[in-house]
């Protein structure tokens, strides 16, 4: 049961490169979420899809874009990265009154 | 959704009962308490929820006051594999954002 796979689980970038952390879930969920973590934090929602098709921001959404590529594939663009978005990013899914079910992270430094 | 107050830390002596406490004043009827831990490096993992009655799993128990402004997670066996940041959560369901505060770390010693 692999659950929820994040890649990259490790990345370093520079100063305005981008790059793309992809999220798939094998659990056939409708709920799709990205959180971001800085050190000694709690999480924060960047964007979350309720369903295939939708996608609305949360608490954090500038410099990021997301896509919602089927049910299972969810993912979060960083079109110009910058150092303030060094983070650990998580992918989370959950089906309609269930917990919700987490990767295990990307942790991303940009330079 | 109800915001959450749980003290920063607390020390636990392995083989002993952990109980975590968790303040929620503000709840409203409808509103679940839901409890998830993060052990370093790994993502964040359910424990376990409740509303109104005590709840108990294979992992922890919760204990949830008459007036449901506060509850307690007791992990009745604390393992080393227990150290761990312990977030207490209040929502309505668990299909929308989970908004995460600090949480408590829990350190088992031996």
């Known amino acids: 049961n692999a659950g929820v796979t994040q890649t990259p689980k490790f990345q370093v970038l520079k100063t305005g490169q981008s790059m793309t952390l992809q999220c798939a879930q094998d659990?056939?969920?409708?709920?799709m979420y990205w959180y971001r973590q800085d050190p000694g934090m709690g999480l924060r929602l960047i964007y979350y899809?309720?369903?295939?098709?939708?996608?609305d921001k949360g608490e954090v959404p500038n410099g990021y874009n997301v896509s919602r590529l089927n049910k299972r594939e969810f993912s979060l663009r960083l079109e110009s990265a910058a150092p303030s978005q060094t983070s650990v990013y998580f992918c989370?899914?959950?089906?309609?009154?269930?917990?919700?079910?987490f990767g295990d992270g990307t942790r991303l430094s940009i330079l | 959704d109800a915001k959450t107050t749980q003290p920063p830390s607390m020390d636990c002596a392995e083989g002993r009962a952990a109980n975590l406490p968790c303040n929620h004043s503000?709840?409203?009827?409808?509103?679940?308490v839901y409890w998830y831990r993060q052990i370093h490096s790994q993502g964040p993992q359910y424990i376990i929820h409740?509303?109104?009655n005590n709840e108990t799993n294979e992992m922890a128990s919760l204990i949830i006051t008459e007036d449901r402004k506060s509850s307690t997670l007791i992990l009745p066996h604390a393992t080393l594999r227990d150290t761990a940041v312990y977030y207490c959560?209040?929502?309505?369901?668990?299909?929308?954002?989970?908004?995460f505060g600090a949480g408590t770390q829990v350190v088992v010693t031996p």
């Open positions: 989370a899914s959950t089906e309609g009154g269930k917990p919700q079910h």
């Open positions: 659990m056939n969920h409708n709920s």
């Open positions: 899809s309720a369903s295939e098709g939708t996608t």
């Open positions: 503000t709840i409203s009827g409808n509103e679940y």
């Open positions: 409740g509303l109104k």
């Open positions: 959560i209040v929502r309505r369901d668990s299909w929308g954002k989970l908004q």
